[in-house]
């Protein structure tokens, strides 16, 4: 299934974890597809372009070179597709455009492009979103023959000012029956008498067919595992970027091993989450899940329950994995999965609680137990600032990932032993997330301007 295909669909769930490229979803792969966004509208006036303006605003401005939106807006205005680039292709797309001077847009047209000069870094915030960033094209006149302003709304989820406006993505065929949040879910699922991963098949079969969900879940399980394997094998020492961090993963891989200590059991989850995140923060391919901030919570939990349970199979991983993003679309459509919107508490936090909704649920839990396990995930996530370190998604995002997987696995084990009646919703717990988030100091929410960000400023 490509790419287009997934987020052509606006009501489908599937895009909440997608196969994208590092180091953040908001940042990075966000000012990537509104790359490729501009070269479908632009199309029918390519012949008559000349150069290109880009304006960063908000947090794209503020940590962007760090989240290398400058180079990942570049690969999508040559319309370079996230789910193929690789290392070398993002290396040597750069290295002509800033030698030469020239830009192929659309993969169609070169055009001069002047980096330092057509790329502005604004200290603006745009009041729709904490996100945005603008495309101008013009004609060797000088005249603006097309402008189009982007926001990127966590996720790798992008959407343009009209959009954003208007809503016109949610306005979708009135036959199309909705789950809107968990309360929904849970009626829908006693009406039913099924699970949640049952009821997330039911709800993505009016968008696809059975063999193309597993496909594509099985496609995305691939990758998780994947990164996880370069990770564990890197060829660098050294993570990209001035904080000159040493990989970790390989040496842990090396060092961890199964022990009659009971608790041994935290280091191996640890390591899953470690390699993907480190491979997340060196700009290579991972899951945004939701993010690609907190991209290593789930698979972490999933090899977690592969390597170390029982029974754990592609139909456990697909089940699994419908269940997540269910949950996750109750996040996205009534909170936020964005750090630059709603602090570290949307990206790990939303993880975290996908993750442990995910595994009770294919560890037998009935609807009621699983959306207890996430609403206790969130829960002892709220508050979470998103502070990283020279604008870089490595301290401390790559370990908060561990203890994201972590939290996630105990909350799955507390909701399956539970008795009592829990007084917290997870709508409830998804709803005051949010107004968290928009509580949060600004500096708080992936600007790098406070918290650990502003504390270690000296080494950067």
């Known amino acids: 299934m490509s790419e287009s295909s997934v987020s052509d669909l606006a009501m489908s769930n599937l895009g909440i974890c997608k196969i994208g490229v590092g180091p953040s979803s908001s940042h990075t792969l966000g000012p990537l597809i509104a790359g490729n966004r501009f070269c479908e509208q632009i199309a029918p006036k390519l012949e008559s372009i000349s150069t290109i303006t880009i304006t960063l605003y908000g947090s794209l401005s503020l940590t962007g070179r760090g989240h290398l939106s400058d180079k990942a807006i570049l690969w999508g205005l040559e319309n370079l597709q996230a789910k193929t680039l690789t290392k070398d292709l993002q290396a040597t797309t750069l290295a002509r455009v800033y030698d030469t001077k020239q830009l192929n847009l659309c993969g169609a047209k070169l055009i001069s492009f002047d980096s330092e000069r057509d790329i502005i870094f ?24 097309e402008s189009s302003t982007y926001f990127s709304i966590g996720g790798g989820f992008v959407k343009s000012a ?92 090396e060092r961890v091993h199964t022990t009659s200590d009971p608790l041994g059991i935290i280091d191996f989850i640890s390591l899953y989450a470690i390699a993907i995140a480190e491979e997340n923060a060196s700009g290579a391919r991972v899951v945004t899940a939701p993010t690609n901030g907190a991209c290593a919570v789930i698979p972490a939990v999933m090899l977690y329950l592969k390597n170390h349970t029982i029974g754990f199979s592609d139909d456990k991983a697909i089940e699994f994995l419908l ?30 609680s996908m993750a442990a909704g995910a595994m009770a649920t294919i560890l037998g839990a009935d609807p009621r137990k699983a959306c207890n396990a996430a609403e206790m995930a969130m829960e002892h996530h709220l508050g979470l600032t998103c502070d990283p370190v020279g604008g870089l998604v490595q301290i401390p995002c790559i ?24 007084i917290v919703s997870l709508d409830e717990v998804i709803k005051t997330m949010y107004q968290t988030g928009k509580d949060m100091n600004a500096k708080y929410r992936e600007t790098a301007l406070g918290g650990l960000a502003k504390t270690l400023s000296s080494v950067c």
């Open 162 to 253: 009209q959009e954003l406006e208007s809503s016109q993505e949610e306005k979708v065929d009135s036959s199309l029956w909705q789950i809107e949040n968990a309360t929904k879910a849970l009626y829908l699922c006693d009406e039913k008498s099924c699970d949640l991963a049952a009821l997330s098949l039911e709800y993505e079969l009016q968008f696809r067919d059975e063999g193309s969900i597993r496909a594509y879940c099985l496609e995305v399980w691939e990758c998780m595992q994947e990164a996880y394997k370069q990770g564990t094998h890197p060829s660098e020492v050294y993570l990209p970027g001035k904080l000159h961090l040493k990989r970790r993963a390989k040496g842990l891989f």
């Open 323 to 352: 269940t997540a993003m269910l949950i996750g679309s109750f996040i996205k459509k009534n909170a936020s999965i964005s750090g630059a919107e709603a602090g570290c508490q949307a990206e790990i936090g939303s993880a975290s």
């Open 122 to 145: 604004s200290d603006e915030f745009l009041p729709q979103h904490e996100n945005a960033l603008r495309i101008e094209a013009f004609s060797a006149q000088g005249e603006k023959l």
């Open 399 to 422: 370990e908060r990932n561990a203890f994201g997987a972590i939290k996630a696995i105990s909350a799955a084990r507390m909701a399956m032993t539970r008795k009592s009646t829990p």
